[in-house]
Every structure is written in C-alpha cells, then in structure tokens.
C-alpha cells in the first residue's frame, strides 16, 4: 500500500499531512488570529461576520460555528489551531475530545487516567482489522 493511502487508512484519525496542511491553511491562519484579544472580541461579537473576512470554504465556516471539531480536522484543522477557538470558547481539550469521540467527559476522563484506550482492535480501515 502506497505511504499516502496508508496514512487514510487508520480508524478514527486524521494525520496532518502536506495535502492537509495546504487545505486547511486559511481556516488554521483564522484560529491563529484568536491569540489577539481584539480578534477575539469581534468573533465572539458575530462570528459568521468575522469568518467571513477569512477566505474559508463554507465548509470550514459550518465546522467552526458549529464548534465540529472533527468536520474541522477534515477540512485541514489542525488541534493545535483548533485550540485557539477552544480557548476563546473556555472549553478545555478534554471537553473537545469527549464531544470528538461521542464518550461522556466522565467516561473519558477515566479511560485517559487509567492510561488511554487500548491499542487492540480495528487498526486499519481496509483490511478490516
């Protein structure tokens, strides 16, 4: 299996690559613009105004409004970027990987203090394993 295809193919991730690097680039340079205080005020006084003055895909600007955090990452969100609208918003990593994995923050915060989920189980998308 060619590298690329290879790295499509891990159940529930997306790796940042080159080719989503290169797409999601004004939607991360958007969440880069949130560590100023004055960027942050006017997002939060009308978002859609202010994603609007970025050259997003509605796509990315569906994802952001509606705080989808994995739609986000499939249009080229990287976590890391994606911090800075989890900053704004006062919703901790932790809240956001509960809501991107659909487990309870409970649950979730117990399976991540008992060391992470288990690496067994289905580990590629077209083998099937």
Do not use: H
Not at 35 to 41: L, M, P
Not at 92 to 102: D, I, L, V, W
Not at 110 to 122: C, E, K
């Amino acid at each position: 299996m060619p590298e690329r295809d290879a790295l499509n193919d891990i159940p529930g991730t997306t790796v940042f690559t080159g080719e989503q690097t290169r797409k999601g680039y004004a939607l991360n340079q958007f969440c880069m613009s949130l560590t100023r205080s004055e960027n942050r005020a006017r997002f939060k006084a009308d978002e859609r105004a202010y994603l609007d003055e970025w050259p997003l895909t509605e796509a990315q600007k569906r994802a952001v409004l509606a705080r989808d955090w994995n739609a986000a990452i499939a249009e080229g969100g990287n976590i890391y970027f994606l911090g800075k609208i989890l900053g704004t918003d006062g919703t901790s990593f932790r809240e956001a990987a509960s809501a991107m994995t659909g487990i309870p923050l409970d649950e979730y915060a117990a399976i991540m203090l008992a060391g992470g989920r288990s690496p067994d189980g289905l580990r590629s998308r077209t083998e099937g394993r």
